[in-house]
């Protein structure tokens, strides 16, 4: 059991108002996701209640719904426009709607942070957002190999292949939409985004891995992308 009195690294993921004076605030820890109250939300503390702040925070309570005890800054708030910000709150939506709460995954928080900062920086956003997906299928237990197959076979180059989202890669004999190339799948193990076509295949399959977690909802986020 986690003690969630004991001050800790944050961010927050989303923000509301609660009551007249409170917010409901989601937040990412290195302990997990968890959902608290943050009295006087119109104070000091409520101007840190955005997303990409880096913060340190102490929560009270032992049930689902806790309270901020403390909430101060703890480094520079990521600034990001456009669609590195876009790219940022497509990653929060996908935490609260797939990460469990109260679940610990402290490399993940890690990840998260380390994204952020490459958002930031400017750097390249298909490789961040997938690397980042991948790394939360991978962390809550959904990943599975990209260069063998079900049957633990190597993937083959001129292969064609299906995700089965509960076992992995099988290959298949007849072309049916959807599918993967078996060159496509070993770049993205290998982690080769300037390999032809591997970006694409990458989008296209983890939002395959994903949809099941989704449960049937799309994500707000990604309409942000598509508006002019």
């Given at each position: 059991m986690s003690?969630?009195?004991?001050?800790?690294?944050?961010?927050?993921?989303?923000?509301r108002a609660y009551r007249e004076t409170s917010a409901l605030v989601d937040f990412i820890t290195p302990q997990g996701r968890l959902r608290a109250v943050l009295r006087s939300a119109r104070g000091k503390a409520g101007s840190l209640a955005r997303p990409f702040v880096p913060?340190?925070?102490?929560?009270?309570?032992?049930?689902?719904?806790?309270?901020?005890g403390r909430m101060?800054?703890?480094?520079?708030?990521?600034?990001?426009?456009?669609?590195?910000?876009?790219?940022?709150?497509?990653?929060n939506e996908l935490l609260i709607r797939v990460l469990p709460a109260e679940d610990p995954h402290p490399a993940l928080f890690d990840h998260y942070a380390a994204t952020l900062q490459g958002?930031?920086?400017?750097?390249?956003?298909e490789p961040l957002l997938r690397s980042f997906e991948w790394r939360l299928l991978d962390d809550l237990g959904y990943g599975f190999a990209l260069d063998t197959d079900v049957n633990g076979t190597a993937?083959?180059?001129?292969?064609l292949y299906h995700l089965r989202v509960d076992a992995g890669l099988e290959r298949v004999e007849f072309f049916q939409p959807g599918l993967f190339r078996g060159i496509d799948l070993l770049a993205l193990a290998e982690a080769d985004w300037s390999?032809?076509?591997?970006?694409?295949?990458?989008?296209?399959?983890?939002?395959q891995a994903l949809a099941p977690h989704l449960g049937g909802r799309p994500l707000v986020s990604r309409e942000l992308f598509r508006k002019p």
């Open positions: 003690d969630w009195s004991l001050a800790q690294p944050a961010y927050v993921l989303h923000s913060l340190e925070v102490e929560f009270r309570g032992r049930g689902e719904l806790k309270n901020v101060e800054s703890a480094g520079i708030a990521t600034w990001m426009v456009g669609d590195p910000l876009f790219s940022g709150l497509y990653l958002l930031a920086a400017g750097r390249a956003l993937v083959d180059p001129a292969g390999a032809p076509g591997s970006l694409a295949a990458a989008k296209r399959l983890m939002r």
